[in-house]
């Protein structure tokens, strides 16, 4: 099948990673394992011809669904991937976290996701992270930049983000900040399983409907997240469903719902 729109995404999403990877020295990709990362990751392989000149980073909160840890193994050894696992140990000896009961789900992924990657961003020096956030997914990233500068403290101002016009991107930025870069900034949620349905990309099964009428469309730590009612078992039946509903992607996501902007002061405190 030849799309010729999935052809122009391709080919601006990997302008993106080409670009980066000419101005910054050290560079990551943050993989969550979801559809979004791993089609990224999909992208970044083409655009340096089957290499990855850089390693992967998953912020590995010990709550994720266990099939999604099984299946990240089996990629990174498939695909002969470099993995940096990042995870927050002292919050989780101490307990400070939301299944405990002894921290909200805000401030929980505060801790196990934001703070676990400012750890590993120290560690290893990153000046640039790739991530794949797109604008149509939730109103918050819709403010985001293709070159976005987090401060020393992670910090993102939203207020003063430099312009990007005709492909001209703001590469230099002040000495201990790091970047986050967003190749997949243009597409949508259906343009990425149409790409996933071309490509053969291979997801996580928990996207597709596993006879109960129920599966996950967007996917994080298992206390917080809900499957959503789809008879969807496919991926050519999850591009159907999309192009006839309405109902917002993060709907299962718990988190986004705890207060009216909870998501929003999660993200400028450094959040992905």
Known sequence: ????????????SIFIFREAFAKFQNLAMLWSIGKDSTTLLQLARK???GHLPFPLV??????????????RDRVV????????????????AEGRTFPNGRATRVECCSTLKK??????????GYTGIFVGVR???EATRAKERYFSPRSTTM??????????????????FQPGTHVRIHPLLHWTELNVWEYIEREGIPVIPLYFDDGTGHRYRSIGCAPCTSPIASTASTVAQIVEELRNTRTPERTGRA??????????????????
């Not at 099948?1 to 601006?12: A, G, I």
């Not at 050894?77 to 989780?92: D, F, K, M, P, S």
């Open 1 to 12: 099948m030849h799309c010729h729109h999935l052809d122009q995404l391709e080919s601006e």
């Open 47 to 49: 655009a340096f011809f």
């Open 58 to 71: 998953h912020i590995d909160t010990t709550y994720k669904v266990p099939s999604m840890i099984e299946y």
């Open 77 to 92: 050894r498939e695909w002969n991937l470099q993995l940096v696992i990042g995870c927050n140990r002292a919050v989780l």
């Open 115 to 124: 703070d676990a990657l400012q750890q590993v961003i120290n560690l290893h």
């Open 135 to 137: 604008r149509d997914e």
């Open 155 to 172: 910090e993102w101002n939203v207020t003063d983000q430099p312009p990007e016009f005709w492909d001209q991107f703001k590469t230099d």
């Open 255 to 272: 988190q986004d719902q705890e207060s009216e902007d909870a998501f929003e002061r999660l993200r400028r405190d450094g959040y992905m």
